[in-house]
């Protein structure tokens, strides 16, 4: 697998609240794609992060990446029930294929 | 909007079964990728094809065949269908990695 340990596989918080997701992965990557799928959908491009931006932000969203350590997070400010769904990390082999994570399942509560 | 189509979107066949799922993009995307979703997993790749006629092996590809016809089309085929190929299928489209569109999946149940 080109994972290491999947982080929260579950998050419920509260409309309003900031939540953060976190991803590690093994193997040499310079991007790494964040997708959201919600419920009855395939998943959907929402943030793409190259070796040479450690962060970028798109709205709401925040991701960061740490090639150092293999790492990437996801982060939502003051997130809202519409948040709700299915959000995988995956790394791109270079060889236009990507290797999705196991993905965190985000409840927002309102 | 880049778009994805699939069909069908269920399907139920019986262990030893021949099934086919077809997907179709519009895009002229060069890039046409094969998943499956099991629950509490994230996709795994089967098969994939940068155009017409080519067929690349990806990391889960026992079991299941893939065709390539035409830069719109791509199929997959599962020519005697296990219990252990029920799953959730999806198709994705791309010019590359960088962004992949997502078909809205066909459920598989193997009896």
């Known amino acids: 697998s080109q994972w290491g340990e999947e982080n929260l596989q579950a998050l419920s918080i509260q409309e309003g609240e900031d939540v953060t997701m976190n991803c590690s992965y093994k193997?040499?990557?310079?991007?790494v794609h964040w997708y959201r799928q919600d419920s009855g959908r395939g998943p959907a491009l929402i943030i793409l992060?190259?070796?040479?931006?450690r962060e970028k932000r798109s709205g709401r969203l925040r991701a960061t990446l740490d090639t150092s350590s293999q790492s990437s997070s996801l982060s939502i400010t003051a997130a809202q029930c519409e948040d709700t769904a299915v959000y995988f990390c995956a790394t791109d082999d270079n060889n236009n294929r990507i290797f999705f994570g196991d993905g965190t399942q985000l409840v927002v509560k309102p | 909007e880049a778009a994805v189509t699939q069909s069908p979107r269920n399907k139920v066949t019986v262990t030893g079964g021949n099934v086919t799922l077809s997907c179709r993009q519009t895009?002229?995307?060069?890039?046409m990728y094969w998943y499956r979703q099991d629950t509490g997993h994230g996709l795994r790749l089967i098969h994939y094809s940068y155009g017409a006629g080519n067929l690349q092996i990806g990391d889960v590809p026992d079991g299941y065949k893939a065709t390539r016809t035409t830069q719109e089309d791509f199929f997959l085929l599962l020519e005697l269908a296990s219990p252990s190929q029920t799953s959730l299928y999806f198709c994705a489209s791309g010019q590359s990695s960088y962004e992949q569109y997502f078909g809205p999946g066909t459920r598989l149940t193997v009896l």
């Open positions: 193997t040499y990557t310079t991007v």
């Open positions: 992060i190259r070796s040479n931006e």
């Open positions: 895009n002229s995307h060069n890039y």
